[in-house]
T-cell receptor, first 113, second 116 residues
Framework: QKEVEQNSGPLSVPEGAIASLNCTYS??????FFWYRQYSGKSPELIMS????GDKEDGRFTAQLNKASQYVSLLIRDSQPSDSATYLC?????????????FGKGTKLSVIP | GAGVSQSPSNKVTEKGKDVELRCDPI?????LYWYRQSLGQGLEFLIY????????KSGLPSDRFSAERTGGSVSTLTIQRTQQEDSAVYLC??????????????FGQGTRLTVV
């Protein structure tokens, strides 16, 4: 059973602060990692993908990957109230000629004005 | 270009009836996933299609659930003899062919199924 674990939160940060979201995964052979944002009542929206160890920055978002520790994180700088949502970590893993994109249960982020 | 399109957006059905949910993926995307999300819960994998390969049905919760994909494009998820526990949002996602690392998957808006 391939697992993706996230702290369910809620994580509350003040506006302008850095929000740090964490994720661990069980399949050491996983190669592709994603962060999705899901607003209440909406479908998940892809915000970041990362494939190699290290940091990847896109605007206020930075994804970090450490395959040795099987750990992925998302940093949101200068957090805004509009960032309040549930953030889903997803891991693509393969086996027996197929692929599965497995999601964590999500971390709910609240940015307090 | 157009994103992933799902229909209907909402469906209310009586217990015991069959329902069909449709997903039209992004043009050129050969990989297609179905997920189910119950209220306040995470995404539960149901089934995965990749091109003309046999689908991965390992997530289907019972034999009342089936899915097909015609011509490698549009997919239909069918639930027979619906039960109240089938009430959830059914999400479809598509991605480019899973070769190399470009495997970003994009979701449709979902179908909210309510079984009464």
């Amino acid at each position: 059973q391939k697992e993706v674990e996230q702290n369910s939160g809620p994580l509350s940060v003040p506006e302008g602060a850095i929000a740090s979201l964490n994720c661990t995964y069980s399949d050491r052979g996983s190669q592709s990692f994603f962060w999705y944002r899901q607003y209440s009542g909406k479908s998940p929206e892809l915000i970041m993908s990362i494939y190699s160890n290290g940091d990847k920055e896109d605007g206020r978002f930075t994804a970090q990957l450490n395959k040795a520790s099987q750990y992925v994180s998302l940093l949101i700088r200068d957090s805004q109230p509009s960032d309040s949502a549930t953030y889903l970590c997803a891991v693509l893993h393969s086996g027996a000629g197929s692929y599965q994109l497995t999601f964590g249960k999500g971390t709910k982020l609240s940015v307090i004005p | 270009g157009a994103g992933v399109s799902q229909s209907p957006s909402n469906k209310v059905t009586e217990k015991g009836k069959d329902v069909e949910l449709r997903c039209d993926p992004i043009s050129g995307h050969t990989a297609l996933y179905w997920y189910r999300q119950s209220l306040g819960q995470g995404l539960e994998f149901l089934i995965y299609f990749q091109g003309n390969s046999a689908p991965d049905k390992s997530g289907l919760p019972s034999d009342r659930f089936s899915a097909e994909r015609t011509g490698g494009s549009v997919s239909t998820l069918t639930i027979q003899r619906t039960q109240q526990e089938d009430s959830a949002v059914y999400l479809c996602a598509s991605s480019p062919p899973i070769q190399g690392l470009n495997t970003e998957a994009f979701f449709g808006q979902g179908t909210r199924l309510t079984v009464v």
